[in-house]
């Protein structure tokens, strides 16, 4: 088989064979390319896909979720429907208490936030309204936040202290400050109260409803300044890793309806958005994308090779004197064997190369076009080295099986047959 393959007189058969049936090989080179083609190419826009959402949620935690109060729609204990429900500080613990699946709950409360009316912020003769969150370090660990370098985010300390430290968006930066001025360490004056700058945050849009220009401050501050008691606007959380995420979101309505006794059926005293879920759902669809592209592409490699083998099928019933000849001059049925299982597999080669060539060039471009793109969760479609050497590994078993069957059909041609053959 080897010394066959590095004889100069196979290569000559073999490209003499494409020659003389040129358009013919073409058109079947061509299904196998199409095979190659769909499958790289459909790999890489799935996994495209799931890289623009893990950039576009990247600094969130992928489990997480958001429960907020809202009104009650069946009376329930003696309430009437209707009841506006506020969430409580202490609901925090009692959650991790009745919800195995979580992991982190960070309650927030906030003024400006969904159409409220926002914060005066000012610092000299320059001023604005803000989204101001009162916040828990906890939060971090379920929606990181990107901190210039130099400050920070709020601590526990804080916290205990109730401390009027806050940390600022880059766009109020720039509203608020020169820039030569460094922020860190300066005062701003919130709703007639002077708070000192402990950081900036870089807005890095993942997906969340917050923007460039909002202000945290301690919790335990904005209860003091606002006085806003126990209360909590909305819960941020995460659930484990490993955690059913749907299953866990059921779990929270379920508790807080116990907690603040609302009927176990009414589904509008708490509102949630599980983003876990959502995430969940985009990697079962980029999923089932690799799915399909692998089985439309191992099915049109297939035909393509079905095709291959029936050219060399005719190849060899129109050479059937020159291998006769070949025969009787001596030349072995391994010899024979070797030479059509070497054309079967080389043009499969030929025409997977080309085809993943050709799909890379379509990923490159596609990358290109929305290599800068914010708005659209699409970046970096690339299928990994190893799937594209195990196509190319199929596709040499494929055409080496394939050629299998012309092969044996040119070794049982009798010499005697073949001299007579017009």
Not at 98 to 118: D, H, K, M, N, W
Not at 244 to 265: G, Q, S
Not at 359 to 385: C, E, K, M, Q, R
Request: with cysteine; proline share 3%; hydrophobic share 45%.
């Amino acid at each position: 088989m080897f010394r066959t393959l590095f004889d100069r007189d196979t290569w000559q058969e073999i490209f003499g064979s494409i020659q003389k049936n040129r358009l013919r090989t073409i058109v079947t080179v061509i299904g196998v390319l199409w095979g190659i083609f769909i499958y790289i190419t459909l790999s890489g826009a799935s996994k495209g896909l799931d890289n623009g959402f893990e950039r576009q949620f990247e600094q969130v935690a992928i489990n997480s979720l958001f429960v907020w109060a809202q009104s009650t729609s069946l009376p329930y204990d003696g309430f009437r429907t209707g009841r506006r429900m506020q969430l409580k500080l202490d609901d925090q613990a009692y959650l991790m208490q009745r919800v195995p699946q979580l992991q982190y709950v960070a309650p927030r409360i906030s003024r400006g936030a969904f159409g409220g009316q926002a914060a005066n912020v000012g610092r000299g003769t320059k001023s604005g309204n803000y989204t101001i969150y009162g916040d828990f370090p906890i939060l971090v660990k379920i929606a990181a936040k990107d901190i210039y370098e130099g400050g920070r985010f709020i601590n526990q300390a804080d916290i205990d202290n109730q401390r009027k430290v806050c940390v600022i968006g880059e766009r109020t930066q720039k509203e608020l400050f020169e820039k030569s001025e460094e922020p860190v360490g300066a005062f701003i004056e919130i709703d007639n109260m002077y708070f000192q700058v402990i950081g900036v945050h870089r807005f890095t849009g993942n997906g969340g409803f917050e923007n460039d220009s909002d202000v945290y401050i301690p919790f335990t501050t904005f209860r003091k300044a606002y006085n806003t008691g126990d209360k909590v606007d909305w819960f941020a959380m995460a659930a484990y890793d490993n955690a059913d995420v749907v299953l866990a979101e059921k779990n929270i309505k379920a508790a807080l309806k116990v907690k603040h006794r609302v009927h176990p059926d009414d589904e509008r005293a708490f509102g949630s958005f599980n983003l876990g879920e959502i995430f969940n759902k985009v990697k079962g669809f980029s999923s089932g994308m690799n799915l399909l592209s692998l089985v439309v592409g191992i099915a049109t490699i297939l035909a393509g090779v079905i095709g291959i083998g029936n050219i060399l099928l005719i190849s060899v019933r129109e050479r059937t004197k020159e291998l006769g000849i070949r025969r009787a001059l001596g030349a072995t049925p391994s010899e024979v064997r070797a030479q059509i299982i070497i054309e079967s597999v080389f043009l499969t080669l030929i025409a997977g190369v080309m085809g993943i060539v050709l799909g890379s060039f379509v990923l490159a471009t596609i990358n290109y076009l929305t290599v800068d793109s914010t708005s659209l969760p699409y970046t970096n479609p690339t299928v990994p080295i190893k799937f594209i050497l195990g196509a190319l590994a199929l596709m040499v078993g494929l055409g080496t099986l394939i050629g299998l069957i012309p092969a044996q059909r040119a070794v049982s041609i009798k010499p005697i047959d073949a001299l007579r053959e017009e």
